[in-house]
């Protein structure tokens, strides 16, 4: 069965401490890794997207790492901001291509608190 | 960078009446749009898939009589609750993507979700 799951659920750092969120999925057959941030009542907003050849990608302070052989991710964020404070979403993407169509497998999320 | 419009943010009904909610992508055509539903801190639930020109693709559970999904051009799909329920009340968030396959090349880019408040 495909699945995405995410941990911790929830997480309170203080501001300018740096944080790691885990994304670990069975999705199969693989094609891609997404990590987004969504504001409470917002749209998810893109962060990073990998391919299974790729390690780790970054996006100022954030950085996104990826282990394809253990089907691991995680997501690295440096000097916290007030601003980070949102939903972190890991979304794995399925393609089928005999089938001609792509899944995407969305995880809980981590709930993420930046306080002063 | 590509630009997903949804449109209304907020939305109050009354029960029995039918609510249209539409995704607009600004400045791209979107080959393909998807509908989500998101209860409150929980993650998004995928509702259908609609490639534009074609009925659209609906997950198991969802009624597609009750959520009618029109994608009649390359920048426009709509959502019409009909005849909603409280328990309609929910968080409807769309996406659009260059490609029928949400490749690596083709980033999905979402709205920014409407509230529908079912009274």
């Known amino acids: 069965k495909n699945q995405v799951e995410q941990s911790p659920q929830s997480l309170i750092i203080l501001e300018g401490k740096n944080c790691t969120l885990q994304?670990?999925?069975?999705?199969?057959?693989?094609?891609?890794l997404r990590w987004y941030k969504q504001d409470t009542g917002r749209g998810p907003v893109s962060l990073t997207i990998m391919t299974f050849s790729e390690n780790t990608k970054s996006n100022g302070r954030y950085t996104a790492t990826l282990d394809a052989d253990t089907k691991q991710s995680s997501l690295h964020i440096t000097a916290s901001q007030l601003s980070d404070s949102a939903s972190y979403i890991c979304v794995v993407s399925a393609n089928f291509w005999a089938g001609g169509y792509n899944k995407l497998i969305f995880g809980a999320g981590t709930r993420l608190a930046v306080h002063p | 960078g590509a630009v997903v419009s949804q449109h209304p943010s907020r939305v109050i009904c009354k029960s029995g009446t039918s609510v249209k909610i539409e995704c607009r992508s600004l400045?791209?055509?979107?080959?393909?749009m998807f509908w989500y539903r998101q209860f409150p801190k929980q993650s998004l639930m995928l509702m259908a898939t609609s490639n534009e020109g074609s009925k659209a693709t609906y997950e198991q559970g969802v009624e597609k009589d009750k959520f009618l999904i029109n994608h009649a051009s390359l920048t426009l799909s709509t959502l019409t609750v009909t005849s909603a329920h409280p328990e309609d009340s929910s968080f409807y968030i769309c996406?659009?993507?260059?490609?029928?396959?949400?490749?690596?090349?083709?980033?999905?880019?979402f709205g920014n979700g409407t509230r529908l408040t079912v009274t």
């Open positions: 994304c670990n999925y069975t999705v199969s057959p693989f094609s891609n």
């Open positions: 400045d791209f055509q979107a080959t393909t």
């Open positions: 996406s659009a993507s260059k490609s029928r396959l949400s490749s690596y090349n083709s980033p999905l880019h």
